[in-house]
């Protein structure tokens, strides 16, 4: 097994730092920061701390829930900062974050999912994948590491965890059991596999997102090869990675 590290492959999101930084982009995210979801968690912050109102940032909000959200992941604690938020104000902390994810990451922008159709191709240029189906072939198993970031914009490009409506500033309680949620599709030790089939009546392609299966848009959790491949028709002609790029920096947000 030879271990190799491409950085284009998979920290692709590292040459779309215009739309990371660029505070139109993600619009949506500033305006429910300001709304009324998020004053409430403010003030019983606030209230709960006895802080003045105007002492409590956005920054500090967050840091506390993450604290919380971070060692009860990673040591199954309850810990102070858990009890400085209930049910409701937990949810709204997280659809904050989704949200961000979503017009950073996902469906917000095209230019998003668009930027993993190299790693798109390279994982359907595998063997088998690219093949006349023959076997043996010589790579049984192919696994490549990256991050949420890597993870997100492709399972968004093969139109996993779609929603309805978009997550929006000011739909937070139509989202509230929303398909495009990141805690749930990308925790921790997140994984995306395809696997390929043999079976009686072809070659049939299966993805799983943590271990469980999903099915493609308008296909069955285990469709044949060939109705993926009809699905993706357009995406499998190739990817213009330099048109993505210009388009990104001329962009008017």
């Known amino acids: 097994m030879s271990l190799q590290k491409d950085i284009s492959l998979l920290c692709f999101l590292k040459m779309f730092v215009l739309l990371l930084n660029n505070k139109e982009a993600v619009v949506q995210v500033t305006l429910f920061e300001e709304g009324p979801e998020m004053s409430k968690v403010h003030q019983r912050l606030s209230d709960q701390l006895q802080i003045p109102y105007a002492n409590i940032t956005l920054g500090s909000v967050e840091a506390a829930y993450y604290l919380c959200a971070y060692e009860f992941s990673i040591l199954g604690l309850v810990t102070p900062w858990c009890k400085l938020f209930d049910r409701a104000e937990a949810q709204v902390m997280d659809y904050a974050g989704d949200l961000g994810l979503y017009w950073k990451r996902g469906y917000g922008h095209e230019v998003n999912y668009m930027s993993s159709c190299v790693l798109f191709h390279n994982l359907f240029n595998l063997q088998p994948f690219n093949k006349d189906y023959s076997f043996p072939v010589s ?7 990256g991050h949420a970031e890597t993870l997100i914009p492709l399972m968004t490009l093969l139109g996993l965890f779609k929603g309805k409506i978009s997550l929006d500033a000011n739909n937070f309680a139509e ?3 929303r398909p495009f949620n990141c805690s749930k599709n990308v925790p921790f030790a997140a994984n995306l596999m395809a696997a390929l089939w043999s079976c009686p009546d072809g070659f049939r392609l299966q993805f799983r997102v943590n271990e469980n299966p999903v099915a493609l848009p308008g296909l069955s959790y285990s469709p044949l090869y060939e109705e993926v491949k009809k699905l993706y028709a357009d995406l499998l002609q190739g ?3 330099e048109e993505y790029q210009l388009g990104l920096q001329h962009t008017d947000w």
């Open 139 to 145: 790579e049984v198993v192919n696994v490549q590491v």
């Open 175 to 177: 989202n509230l059991h």
């Open 239 to 241: 990817c213009n990675e």
